[in-house]
């Protein structure tokens, strides 16, 4: 395996993520969808994290990655500082190359995954396209 998974990084501090919420649970193709969590410094000094989104699209016509990088945040905070991060999902990030190379958003699930790194997943969720 890799040495180090994608987004890894060091810190002199920790970080708790709470409260993942999504906002519909339930769109159409043309939608978009927001996602946000609380993320927590819990140790006793300044530091900074990068909130890092993933897509999972459970069923598809054609076969993807399992996890898509979507969306980023970095953020500072002080010991003890909590703040919302928010990320905005549009049609080009639920979006694929079908069989016919047409770039479509298909209905169906999927699974939101929010974390430190790509192996480092905190919080997780889901939300469905609809026609």
Known sequence: GALYPFGYGLSY???AYTDLAISPEKQGVQGE????CKVK?????????????????EVSSVTTYTKVLRGFE????????EQ???????????????????FVVEP????????ASSTDI??????????
């Open 13 to 15: 501090t920790t970080f």
């Open 122 to 131: 905190r919080l997780t969720g889901h939300f469905a396209i609809h026609e």
């Open 41 to 57: 410094n819990t140790g006793k000094r300044a530091g900074d994290e990068v909130v890092q989104l993933y897509l999972r699209d």
């Open 84 to 102: 919302t991060v928010h990320f905005l999902l549009t049609p080009q990030d639920l979006g694929l190359w079908n069989r016919d190379m047409k």
């Open 108 to 115: 169906g699930t999927f699974k939101v995954m929010i974390g």
């Open 33 to 36: 969808i927001t996602v946000s």
């Open 74 to 81: 970095r953020i500072t905070q002080e010991a003890g500082e």
